[in-house]
């Protein structure tokens, strides 16, 4: 793992809040020059700290305005299904995050779709690609806190 400084953590912060901030911004707000700034966001990207820079869209405006959290059960626990199961979840783009968990259910989704009859057919399309034992949905009715942006110390220690 990479060791981020100080000066590290706060780019990052600056980054997650406003990927658009033109170099000469990041670095005044972080304390620095522009090129020792522009080097270290080149290091961070390089490193995989900084994974990626994106837009943020409201999922309601594009037409995905219903949100599905589902719990999956797998049927066992073999590499061939854990396979199938990776391919027909990056196959669907309305899946948009899974997490493999501990407890009560083997895989948690996040999904985003127009509206149920748009969740009714990707819940076909996933259990007819690959079996499952259980699958538990739960609809979101509101969207209370949102981020992408992690909480990083950028606090002097």
Do not use: N
Request: charged share 25%.
């Amino acid at each position: 793992m990479t060791e981020l400084d100080l000066i590290d953590r706060k780019i990052v912060a600056e980054l997650m809040r406003d990927s658009t901030l033109p170099i000469a911004q990041i670095a005044d707000k972080v304390g620095l020059s522009q090129t020792p700034c522009w080097k270290r966001i080149q290091r961070l990207e390089a490193t995989g700290v900084v994974l990626g820079r994106v837009a943020l869209a409201d999922p309601t405006k594009l037409g995905c305005g219903l949100t599905v959290f589902v719990g999956i059960e797998a049927p066992d626990h073999a590499v061939e299904w854990r396979d199938a199961f990776s391919a027909a979840i990056e196959a669907i783009p309305e899946i948009m995050e899974v997490y493999r968990m501990a407890g009560e259910i083997d895989y948690l989704l996040r999904v985003a779709v127009a509206d149920m009859q748009s969740f009714d057919r990707l819940y076909k399309r996933l259990t007819e690609t690959v079996p499952i034992k259980t699958v538990t949905s739960h609809f979101a009715m509101e969207r209370m806190k949102f981020t992408t942006a992690f909480p990083v110390d950028t606090l002097s220690r």
